[in-house]
């Protein structure tokens, strides 16, 4: 079966000469349907970059990124721009929910700038918040919301065009305990729900939601750790944080 995604050989270098730095270092990856795998390693070793690099925001500077076994990595940014409203969720670490937007309009806007007819788009939207559990918060500003509702924001807002790969760069980084176990929860059910994903993060707690997780030190893939069920994993971790 044809990976949903695949890297080979993919680089990232900044500088030149012996100021050169390789944030990203001949990383070869393949993520089938339905598989979350978290890529985990300590500040500095690129594992942000190469989610960006997987999601167009930043450009290789050699290799070959595949989606769906179409090669995408010499795409134009209109084009890398179009494919992103089509088929890759983002969520990130800092939100970034439009202040002036209400939760609904949040996370309706990708599907209505996709071209989707706005009663649609916001039938979508109050269906992705009520699956998140925030019905009660849809009219509400990202000024009102707790930290760990404006990432449950963040995540209905990154599934609103019904994305074949969501990428999630530090998801609980900017949150509480209690608020990444909200969203911990989340990422939980979006795996076992077939959803392909993944996540960037050096907490160990959001990589056990993996089937697998991939080492990373100085650009380079370095080690790979199959967990088998992570969402069973995670029951005790959420009762470890419960208790506390």
Known sequence: MTPVLATRALSRTYGAGSALVR??????????????????????CGKST?????GG??????????????????LSQTRWARLRRQVIGFVFQAFHL??????VENVELPALLAGTAP???????????????????????????SGGQKQRVAVARALANEPLLVLADEPTGNLDSAAAVEVLRLFAELRQAGQTLVLVTHDSRVAAVGDR???MRDGSIVDETRLGDGGAR???VFGLEERS
């Not at 190469?50 to 997987?54: G, I, M, P």
């Not at 439009?98 to 939760?103: G, K, P, Y």
Request: cysteine-free.
């Open 50 to 54: 190469l989610l960006y690099l997987l």
């Open 98 to 103: 439009i202040e002036e937007l209400s939760a």
């Open 57 to 74: 925001l930043e450009r290789a500077s050699a290799g070959e990124i595949l989606l769906g076994g179409e090669r995408v990595d010499r």
């Open 23 to 44: 944030a990203v270092d001949g990383v070869d990856l393949e993520i089938g349907r339905g598989e979350a795998v978290s890529v985990m390693g300590p500040s500095g």
């Open 234 to 236: 995670l029951d005790g």
């Open 213 to 215: 997780i991939l080492g």
């Open 119 to 145: 009663a649609a788009a916001r039938r979508r939207a109050l269906d992705l918040l009520a699956r998140v559990g925030l019905a009660d918060r849809s009219r509400h500003l990202p000024s009102a919301l």
